[in-house]
């Protein structure tokens, strides 16, 4: 299961109307759906995904997220969730404010590129970091705004974006314990709940 | 005398043969114009078994120029199957293993249904230029005293591309306990501008025909072929994709030479191609059919007694959607998909949608695409119908 499930399914409220930016094969919803009762639909671009996603019974919309939300009204949906994409928008920013436009909440994750192997990829090498979860060079990568935990921070702040709560997931007991001391430093992956400021 | 074996091949997967139904209907039919239809007579066509609890209906909405035929072979010679063949049939995306699939012939077509060419029981003459014009809703409204008919309860699905797809969207906001999917393939929720001048240049090479008869040709014993012929070829300019055309003729020759000093007439293979489309049309299509279809068409706007707005319109249906629409469609883009999915979103209604990469334009929908084929597939796999009891 993916270690972000959990942490998601914290923020939603039951019987929410949530979607999905890049909901790959609708896994999330499907968990939301049973878990909490959510009724929802996923945006995907990847014909594998989204032929996966109608087996599995999910609401799913063909759609390129970099073509933008523009066709979506303000205040359709409870919640709107983007889980480790937004480093692959042309402008996460914008979309982060799509987001907050379309939905009352929203819930993005993303790598965090100043978790220390990161770090200490760049310090020893010299080069920018490959690892298991992020395996591209730098020119074929589709990851293409990375950011730290503090980057994110500041961004919400100059935009006026609340942030409802912020946590990491990690993968292993040990990085979870280290991630509790000092996020930014040991969370392989970020993840936020936020809302417009009122 | 043929052999053995390509007949097999053609009846593998195949629903076999077929033969049409005729159903007649007494009960008059009030027209969205306000014309009443005393009696009319609608063919169709079933495949797979109805079950006990009557709801693995499967309804097929036919386009302009289609048909009750829609699946397997007449006879054994029969050299093409029905129109939608490879969509319709055991193991295919409408499984005919576990739905019963009706498709009828649409009020005001020329193939057995009720239509222009059709005796006026009242005069004992052919209908011709009286007969009534009709709407998508009515079309619907005699689609529903079929399925009662038939005694489907509930349909698992209504199931229409293009002008089909207009019938089984107005099916979920009319009859929205009458149906549990809504399949919607290269539709729109009315035509633009373009669409229409296309229909009407269409409809103005059928009456400038003088053997047109303001209609009445059957009577005058004359046949506008000329006329069909050439709105057929417009239309089928507008199914196919610019690139797929090329790819298809290019600037191949059927005949003649551009060679210097050669004065013979020159014929490009599609100039060949859409003659001998609009000519065979011709011949087996009714004008006034052709005529009344695209009319409906054009009057077709799914949202204008919802105050224009299809959210509110959609806010009917109670049904899910799957919505499909083809990257090389220009006769009913994508956009047009875009804009039923937006509305049905809004509507906070159940919906997928996909968009079929593909050079084959507007007809995409009729031909074997992989990938067309799986999603529509594992759709309709995902409908539930009520398990057999034993017999």
């Known amino acids: 299961m993916r270690i972000d499930l959990d942490k998601i399914q914290s923020y939603i409220a039951p019987n929410s109307h949530v979607l999905d930016l890049g909901c790959g094969n609708g896994e999330l919803l499907l968990h939301l759906k049973e878990r909490k009762n959510v009724t929802g639909i996923g945006l995907e671009n990847d014909e594998d995904h989204i032929l996966e996603c109608i087996k599995n019974g999910v609401n799913v919309i063909e759609h390129d997220l970099n073509k933008g939300l523009s066709h979506i009204d303000n205040d359709s949906y409870d919640v709107v969730i983007m889980t480790l994409a937004l480093q692959a928008m042309d402008r996460p920013d914008l979309v982060l404010e799509e987001m907050l436009r379309i939905g009352k909440q929203c819930i993005v994750t993303f790598p965090n590129f100043a978790h220390w192997k990161a770090r200490w990829h760049l310090l020893t090498r010299g080069r920018m970091p490959v690892s298991d979860l992020l395996p591209y060079e730098w020119y074929d990568t589709p990851n293409i705004h990375f950011c730290t935990l503090k980057d994110f921070e500041v961004l919400c702040k100059d935009r006026n974006i609340r942030i409802l709560d912020g946590d990491v997931v990690s993968e292993k007991g040990a990085s979870k314990t280290l991630a509790a001391l000092h996020k930014n430093l040991f969370g392989e992956t970020a993840v936020y709940h936020l809302t417009r400021s009122v | ?277 609009g000519s065979a049309f011709s011949k087996s299509f009714d004008a006034n059919t052709y005529i009344l279809m695209t009319r409906a068409l054009d009057y077709f706007d799914l949202a204008r007694e919802y105050g224009d707005d299809a959210v509110a319109a959609f806010k009917h249906a109670t049904c899910d959607f799957f919505v499909v629409s083809f990257t090389s469609d220009w006769r009913f883009s994508p956009q047009r998909s875009h804009e039923i999915v937006n509305a049905l979103t809004h509507a906070k209604k159940s919906v997928t949608y996909t968009e079929i990469e593909s050079s084959f334009g507007h007809d995409a929908f009729l031909i074997p695409i992989q990938r067309y084929q799986r999603a529509f597939s594992a759709y309709m796999q995902r409908i539930t119908i009520s398990e057999e009891g034993d017999h």
């Open chain 2, 1 to 277: 005398m043929s052999s053995e074996k390509p007949k097999k091949d053609q009846l593998a997967n195949s629903v076999g043969i077929v033969s049409p139904q005729t159903m007649h209907f007494s009960e008059p039919l009030t027209l969205a114009n306000g014309r009443i239809l005393e009696s009319y007579d609608i063919v169709y066509e079933t495949y797979g078994t109805l079950n006990k609890a009557k709801d693995n209906g499967v309804l097929i909405c036919h386009a302009l120029s289609g048909h009750h035929h829609a699946a397997g072979l007449h006879s054994e010679d029969d050299k093409r199957p029905g129109w939608w063949d490879h969509y319709i049939g055991p193991g295919k995306p409408i499984d005919t293993n576990r739905f019963f699939v009706v498709c009828l012939n649409n009020l005001g077509g020329c193939h057995g249904s009720t239509g222009p060419a059709s005796i006026n029981p009242k005069t004992n003459e052919v209908w011709g230029s009286d007969f009534p014009m009709l709407r998508v809703r009515d079309w619907v409204e005699s689609q529903k005293r079929l399925g009662d008919a038939l005694e489907i309860s509930q349909w698992a699905a209504v199931v229409g591309g293009s002008l089909g797809g207009m019938q089984a969207m107005r099916w979920s906001i009319e009859y929205p306990d009458k149906l549990r999917n809504c399949v919607v393939i290269a539709s729109a929720m009315k035509l633009t501008a373009q669409n229409i001048a296309f229909n009407e240049t269409a409809r103005q090479a059928i009456t400038a025909d003088p053997a047109f008869n303001q209609g009445d040709y059957l009577v005058q014993d004359t046949l506008p072929k000329q006329g069909l012929s050439v709105a057929r070829m417009i239309g089928h300019i507008t199914y196919l994709s610019d690139d797929g055309m090329g790819q298809k003729f290019g600037r191949e020759l059927r005949s003649g030479s551009f060679e210097q000093g050669i004065d013979e007439p020159l014929e490009f293979e599609i100039e060949s191609y859409l003659r001998y489309q």
